[in-house]
Every structure is written in C-alpha cells, then in structure tokens.
C-alpha cells in the first residue's frame, strides 16, 4: 500500500500558475506509475497527465503545453506544474499511484481559477 497526500491547491486567477505536490509514503515510490487527475462538478473524473517509474510523460490534450508532470523519486514526491491556468481547470486534483491493478488515490486539492 501506497499513501498520498496532495498539496498546493488554491484559488489563482486566469492565466496564473500554481504547483501541486504529492507526497507518497508507505511503499516503495520508484516503482508506481503516477498520475494526476481531476474532476469538476458534475463531470467525471479525467486523467490530466501521468509519468511512468522510468520518466515517460503523457498528457491530457487540454492541458499540453501548459502543464507539466515530474517526479523526484529521492523525495518520493510528483508534482504538476500548471501554467496559464484557465477557468475550466477548475477542479479537484487528484494524485494517482498505479502499478499492475493496483490503485491509490490522495484525497485531493481544490484548484479554482477565478477572477
């Protein structure tokens, strides 16, 4: 089992940025799959980038180029960098370790890009 704890949430205003991080602990890090997603009211949830245990990245069509997913295994941590943030980013972010079948999400973080 894996424990995540996402931070770094806030309310930011159209075309700023913010940066997310989740902390993992409980297991071994560097060998889980991580992902971030989200999901608004009354929408499903969808994965918003992910980045394999040997660094490749992948992202939602939304978000490309503006966000940016890492990892830093010694610190068991991943983070979303997120740049020109619109209003329909809006959502609550969640932090996502996957390795075969198994999954374990955060508890997530409430970005809101208002004016």
């Known amino acids: 089992q894996v424990q995540l704890v996402e931070s770094g949430g806030d309310l930011v205003q159209p075309g700023g940025s913010l940066r997310l991080s989740c902390a993992a602990s409980?297991?071994?890090?560097?060998?889980?799959?991580m992902a971030w997603y989200r999901q608004a009211p009354g929408k499903q949830r969808e994965l918003v980038a992910a980045?394999?245990?040997?660094?490749?990245?992948n992202y939602a069509d939304s978000v490309k180029g503006r966000f940016t997913i890492s990892r830093d295994n010694a610190k068991n941590t991943v983070y979303l960098q997120m740049n020109s943030l619109r209003p329909e980013d809006t959502a609550v972010y969640y932090c996502?370790?996957?390795?075969?079948?198994?999954?374990?999400w955060g508890q997530g973080t409430q970005v809101t890009v208002s004016s």
């Open positions: 409980g297991s071994v890090f560097s060998i889980y799959a």
């Open positions: 980045i394999t245990s040997d660094g490749s990245t």
């Open positions: 996502n370790a996957n390795r075969r079948f198994y999954d374990a």
